[in-house]
C-alpha cells in the first residue's frame, strides 16, 4: 500500500505548489493522476517516489511512514520505486551507452553481475537491439531513449512504478509499446502504477483508476489546536 497523506509540498515553504494532497494505491494497482499542467503533479508524483521531501504530511509505505528521502532514504525504500520522467534526455546521463544507462541502478547497487544477463532481457522486453545498446543518447530518437529509461526503470524489479507523462513526448505506436511493457511487467510482478499525465483518453484506457487532480487536493488543512 502506498498512501500519501496531506502532502504538501513545493520548492518555496512559503508558496507550496502541491497543498494538502492525498492519494492511496492499493498493491498492483494502476492509478492515474489526471491534471494541467503547472498543477504539481509531478511534484506530487516525486514526493511519492522518494524524490523530492514534501514540507508536510505523511507518506506510508505498505503502514509504515517514511522518514527520509533521495539519498537519505534507506536503499530498501529507494529501490522499491522505478522512475520514468518525461523528457529522457533530461534524465540520462549523455556519456553513457544505453546499455550503461540501463545497468546504472544494478552497478550502483552492487549488483554487477547480474548486468549482462538483465540487461540484455531488457533491452529485448523494451525493443531496443544491440546496435542501439552500445549508443550514446545523442546518437538515438527521443522514443528509443525512453525505451532505456523504461528499461532503467525496471532493471531492479521495483514493487511501484511511477511514470510521470513518460509518454507524453512519444509517438502513438512508440506510447502504445511503452505502455504494453508497463502492463506486462505489473502483470508479472504485480506492481502498482502511478502515472501522471494529462491526456484523459489514454489514462482511462491504460489504469484501474482515474483521479483528477482537484480530488487529490482536498481541503485546506484544519490548523492544529482547532
Ligand atoms: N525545481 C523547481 N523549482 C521551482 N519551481 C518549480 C520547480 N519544478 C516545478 N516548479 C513549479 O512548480 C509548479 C508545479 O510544477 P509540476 O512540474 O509539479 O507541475 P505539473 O502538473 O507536473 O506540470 P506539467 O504537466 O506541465 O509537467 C509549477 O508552477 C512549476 O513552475
Partial sequence: MLELRAITAGYDRHAPVVRNASLTLAPGEAVGLLGPSGCGKSTLARVAA???RPDSGTLLLDGVPVRHWRHRAPRELRTAFGVVFQQPR???????????????????TGRRAEIPQRVAELATTVGLTPDLLGRQ???VSDG???????????????????????????????TAALVAVVEEYRATTGAGLLTVGHDRTLLHRWCDRTVPWEAVCGEEPVPAGS
Fill in 50 to 52: 522518494l524524490l523530492h
Fill in 90 to 108: 533530461l534524465s540520462a546521463d549523455p556519456r553513457l551507452r544505453l546499455t550503461d544507462l540501463i545497468a546504472e541502478p544494478l552497478r550502483a
Fill in 144 to 174: 528509443q531513449l525512453q525505451r532505456a529509461c523504461l528499461a532503467r526503470a525496471l532493471v531492479l524489479r521495483p514493487r511501484w512504478l511511477v511514470c510521470d507523462e513518460m509518454t507524453a513526448m512519444l509517438d502513438a505506436s512508440t
Fill in 137 to 139: 543518447p545523442h546518437e
